[in-house]
């Protein structure tokens, strides 16, 4: 499966931004789908996770009630919508597909091309 990451840019702290990620194939439904960021000097971390069909959810406890994963399966697509964002949350955002559910980006198979969020206080 090929992603396509997009929706970056700069905001204010405050605002929000929506990150989509578009999936090629037919098989977006087999992936489990999560959402990572890498922070400019910092190691890549987990941001949210969806698992295929059960609707279950993961986040990183510094986005938890501020960031809402959430995935299409007619538009193949996978969104991170992000309000109150903190200039903490500035880093290079990526989308990534799993056929194994997991916060561990060890396990995710396929990624996308990064999308830079800019978050200025």
């Known amino acids: 499966v090929q992603l396509q990451a997009s929706g970056g840019g700069t905001v204010q702290a405050g605002g929000s931004l929506r990150l989509s990620c578009a999936a090629s194939?037919?098989?977006?439904?087999?992936?489990?789908m999560g959402w990572f960021r890498q922070a400019p000097g910092k190691e890549r971390e987990f941001v949210a996770g969806?698992?295929?069909?059960?609707?279950?959810?993961h986040y990183a406890d510094s986005v938890k009630g501020r960031f809402t994963i959430s995935r299409d399966g007619v538009k193949n697509t996978v969104y991170l919508q992000m309000d109150s964002l903190k200039p903490e949350d500035t880093a290079v955002y990526y989308c990534?597909?799993?056929?194994?559910?997991?916060?561990?980006?060890?396990?995710?198979?396929?990624w996308g091309q990064g999308t830079l969020v800019t978050v200025s206080s």
């Open positions: 969806i698992s295929r069909s059960d609707g279950r959810n």
């Open positions: 990534a597909a799993t056929s194994s559910y997991s916060i561990q980006s060890e396990t995710y198979n396929y």
């Open positions: 194939g037919r098989t977006f439904i087999s992936y489990a």
